[in-house]
């Protein structure tokens, strides 16, 4: 029963830290794709600095 538990712990751990990885990366992609798809006259692209904002606090350790 230990050994299921720490299995399903790790299981758990993994899937949130590759969520917090993906998250600063979706955004990119996401800000990019809507900035190419709308008017030329909006520009998106001071928005890309929310992805390394929030990358800190998702990436520490522990």
Not at 1 to 13: I, Q
Not at 19 to 37: E, F
């Amino acid at each position: 029963m230990g050994v299921r538990r720490r299995l399903v712990g790790l299981l758990s751990e993994w899937r949130t830290g590759h969520l917090m990885v993906l998250l600063p990366l979706g955004l990119i992609v996401l800000i990019s794709v809507v900035d190419i798809a709308i008017s030329p006259n909006i520009h998106l692209g001071p928005l890309l600095v929310v992805a390394p904002a929030i990358t800190p606090p998702s990436a520490a350790p522990g």
